[in-house]
């Protein structure tokens, strides 16, 4: 079993996350009230096989039908539940036949499955990827006949970037923009409707000696829910910068932060905070309405940070990256909860924020334990088992008294004895 590792701490609230990593594996941990702050593995689905790797996920969290995503190195998005671990579907999402090698060549870089769903719709769920190589599609998959070609419903496909390579991608809360960025391409916004480009960023000026970077963009969140303009993006430069795309193609902040790349980035639900991680370990939060640096998360990671999200309702964030570890944060205080090892190189981290740990309770105890009635059968033997050998006993002594009366000699009576014993001293004394 996986190691556990647990800080002093008020405890870890209940939680699900779901890890993936290099081996195509998917694990989910969960924290339970019972023991309080202790997350632990409970179950793991796949087998190991690194040529099936998970490149990017993304959870459609509701309360209704969940779906989780993932897309892997052979090109293939697979749908999965969630809940049990089921393949729904599994659509190539890119490139020629699984055969064919040129799938390596192009993997997939980015994925988003839409959370938009009506109850009584035919599809199982509309997914966004991009390739490395700027091959951006959109794609929908109906419920019937899910396992066959004829799974894949409408679709639309445009080009990003015709250079450079493809790093990250990023959906608006609305689920109507998404901008791409990566190394050699310059952070850029399209409309998924119209698959058309509506803003493009331009280069920093050049420093005093006139040498500009070229861009590499290593990460980007939409910054608030309710206003799509503003946007963060981190580079491989150790940069943080925010775009607004409704005044100006440069940067108005740009913060430097120590000395590694960014890898990843996570917006918060009020709006003007964002969480950073470093590929040397280092996890920070910013307030981006200032650049001001809130503060850094305290207990150093050992490895690059590759995915961090942050849960929509509590207050915490989990990271994890190349040091195998998924760790648990608190926003407020910046402690670390929890730490679980999970053996892997992992890529990403989702949290299932409908997670209740009074429906399991609710269920186990409507269902009986099977130890505890074994336990009152072994029970209800040993004291049947005890009532037969008393009642046995109970016999044989009885049985045993009435034999001993009939054999045993009459006894005299007590005064006989006493006047025997005062004739025998009076003879004694006369001798």
């Given at each position: 079993?996986?190691?556990?590792s ?8 209940p939680l699900?996350?779901l890890?993936t ?11 339970r009230?019972?023991?309080e702050?202790?997350?632990?593995v ?5 087998a ?7 490149l ?17 190195k ?5 749908l ?10 599994g659509?190539k999402?890119?490139?020629p ?69 493809v790093?990250?991608?990023s959906v608006?809360?609305?689920e ?5 960025g ?12 119209s ?26 969140t ?30 108005v902040?740009?913060v ?19 969480y950073i ?81 009074e429906?399991l ?10 130890s ?11 004291k ?27 006894r ?7 006047k ?5 001293s ?6």
């Amino acid at each position: 079993m996986p190691r556990t590792s647990v800080v002093e701490s008020p405890g870890c609230p209940p939680l699900r996350a779901l890890t993936t990593d290099i081996l195509g594996l998917i694990k989910v941990v969960e924290a339970r009230t019972k023991p309080e702050g202790v997350a632990k593995v409970v179950e793991t689905w796949g087998a190991p096989d690194a040529s099936r790797a998970v490149l990017a996920a993304s959870l459609a969290d509701r309360a209704v039908d969940p779906v989780l995503a993932v897309a892997r190195k052979n090109g293939v998005v697979e749908l999965l539940n969630p809940l049990n671990g089921d393949t729904l579907a599994g659509v190539k999402a890119a490139g020629p036949a699984p055969a064919d090698s040129s799938a390596e060549e192009d993997p997939l870089a980015t994925l988003h499955l839409f959370r938009r769903h009506a109850p009584d719709s035919s599809m199982l769920g509309t997914f966004l990827t991009c390739t490395e190589k700027g091959k951006a599609y959109v794609k929908s998959v109906e419920k019937e006949n899910a396992a066959s070609d004829m799974a894949v419903g409408p679709s639309s496909s445009w080009d990003v970037s015709n250079s450079g390579v493809v790093q990250f991608s990023s959906v608006d809360a609305g689920e109507s923009y998404v901008m791409f960025g990566g190394k050699g391409i310059e952070v850029n916004m399209w409309d998924i409707t119209s698959c058309s480009k509506i803003w493009s960023a331009k280069s920093p000026r050049g420093n005093s000696l006139k040498i500009f970077t070229a861009p590499w963009f290593t990460a980007g969140t939409f910054l608030c829910k309710d206003d799509h303009r503003k946007i963060v993006a981190c580079t491989n430069n150790h940069q943080v910068r925010l775009y607004d795309t409704a005044s100006q193609r440069r940067p108005v902040i740009s913060v430097d932060f120590r000395e590694s790349p960014i890898k990843a980035v996570a917006g918060d639900p009020n709006g003007h905070a964002v969480y950073i991680g470093t590929g040397r370990g280092d996890l920070a939060s910013f307030d981006m309405r200032t650049g001001k640096l809130l503060g850094c998360f305290v207990g150093k990671c050992s490895g690059s940070i590759r995915s961090i999200v942050r849960h929509p309702e509590l207050p915490l964030i989990a990271s994890c990256g190349l040091d195998s570890y998924l760790r648990i944060w608190d926003t407020d205080t910046r402690q670390l909860l929890s730490a679980v090892f999970l053996k892997q190189h992992l890529t990403s981290v989702v949290i299932d924020s409908h997670f209740s740990t009074e429906e399991l309770e609710e269920t186990k105890s409507k269902q009986p334990d099977p130890s505890v009635e074994a336990e009152a059968e072994v029970r209800k033997q040993r004291k049947e088992k005890k009532n037969r050998t008393s009642e046995d006993g109970t016999r044989m002594l009885d049985h045993n008294d009435n034999d001993a009366e009939m054999h045993a000699p009459k006894r005299k009576k007590s005064g006989e004895k006493s006047k025997g014993m005062k004739k025998k001293s009076k003879k004694q004394q006369v001798a």
